[in-house]
């Protein structure tokens, strides 16, 4: 196919989104509301991924010394925590003094009987670690366990439950994610194909008057296909504006629900910095869906 | 040039269009066919650029086995003939000028040819000030000569032609059939399904008569049977 042949058929399937404005519009209106469906789910999804990410990097593995444990003991340990920070295990830790166990505790018990028997020299010191990432733990908490400083048997302290059951969750939590991507993409792609194949309906007259002045197939099918490709971004276009508003307003609202519930361990993420990713999978998507949505359409008209 | 070879053209409802026609017509000819409404005269251009296909027999056009075609050389027979169809068949949304214009383009003809070939075949036609009228802004006749314009932009080996002056009053259908002769003194094969006896007759061509799909008779210098 000649250059000029393909510039006139790109020509071809722009103005005729403008010669059927109805059908585009429609056609459009269809890609705008798929894709914010799908934007939205994929937003939530992030959304609790992020959350569930950070509260797994929130926990933390404390390690209690022995309340007798001499001072090369204790260096040997925070010798082995800080390499491990250099080796990219480690994100971040704090210690807790004797002293400071000893205020923490006697602020909690205002009670000045219980504590008569404790006295700063029998508090132990902690160490509190978190790590970049959970999965480093097991091996981590191994190693701890042989010094002869750290209190191995109820010294290291690390909430394994809550992480596999924050697991567990976000793995089914992305299944249904997944399963429920999928079933909308098929939905989207039935209505708009349904959408586009009616606009080639209303034209098969045309389509066969071209095969019988003697066009290819191709040169009657390009047209249409740039004219589904430009639907599914325009569509895309629009339905990104109608996200990045809905999603904006939504935020404001949950960030004062939550503010107000004092759950400010969870936060919801600012539209700006998905946006890109959110705009190049929209167009994406529309483009495969206009374009393929067009080409299934057009082609049980070819066979005259 | 064609041929038929016992064809047989039965439609999907029984309907009989055309029975055992054996005939040929060779290069640089100009034919008639006549016969009364429903005889098959639509059915035997219809078999010539493969719009429908035999249901038993042979047809060969330009060099092409129609009855047992490959889908891909579909539009090479088509583009090797120029075709006039009963119904028009112009494009709505398209102007005069384009709708001829988009014969040449479907050949990939270079613009400059375009805009060359699509004025010269208007005018031939006597339609150069409806060069920008869409069809439906045309009367039948016009539109009837925007087809004939279509059918001739390319230099076809053979024009098709059927009821080309079904529209058109009788100065006008002269008009027509004086270009058809033209065209066909330059060296185009001219196939023409007419009801017009007074043309026929005038013309003394080769004429095919057809009567409920069998060739009744097929004369040169012919003159139009009585239809009853
Ligand atoms: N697509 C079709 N399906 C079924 N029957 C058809 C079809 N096309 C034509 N016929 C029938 O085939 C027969 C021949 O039709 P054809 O169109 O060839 O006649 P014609 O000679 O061109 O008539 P007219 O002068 O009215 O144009 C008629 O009986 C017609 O009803
Ligand atoms: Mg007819």
Redesign the interface.
Known sequence: ??I??IR?LAKEGTSNIY?NKLMSFASIMTVVAALFFLGILLLIAINITTNIESMKRDLEVTVFLNVSASAFEREEVVTYIEQQQTAGVVAQYRTESKEQAFENIRSELKNDDLLKGLTVENMPESFYIKLTNPAFSDNFIEKLKTFSGVNADYGIGYDKAELEKLEGFLKIFNFVIMALLVVLMIIAVFLISNTIRLTVFARR??I?????????DS?IRWPFIVEGILIGFIGAALSFLLTSQAYTWLQNVLNSILISFRLTTLSILEFGPVALRIFMVYSIFGIIIGGIGSLLSVRKHL?? | MIRFVDTTKIYSNGVVGLKNCTVSVEKGEFVFVIGASGSGKSTFLKLI?H?EVPTEGEVYVNGYSVHNMP?SE??????S?G?V?QDF?????KTAYDNVA??M????A??REIRRQVPLALGLVGLSKKAKAYPHQMSGGEQQRVVLA?ALVNNPAVLIADEPTGNLDPKTSWEIMNLLEEINQRGTTVIVATHEKDIVDTMKKRVIALERGEIKSDEQKGLYFNEN
């Open positions: 196919m000649k000029r042949t006139l010669k007259r045309e066969e008057i071209m095969k019988y002045v003697g066009a290819l040169f066979n005259v | 650029m719009e889908r579909i539009p090479f027979l088509r583009r003939l075709v169809f068949r112009l494009l709505p949304n988009f014969a383009q479907i050949v990939e270079t613009p279509r």
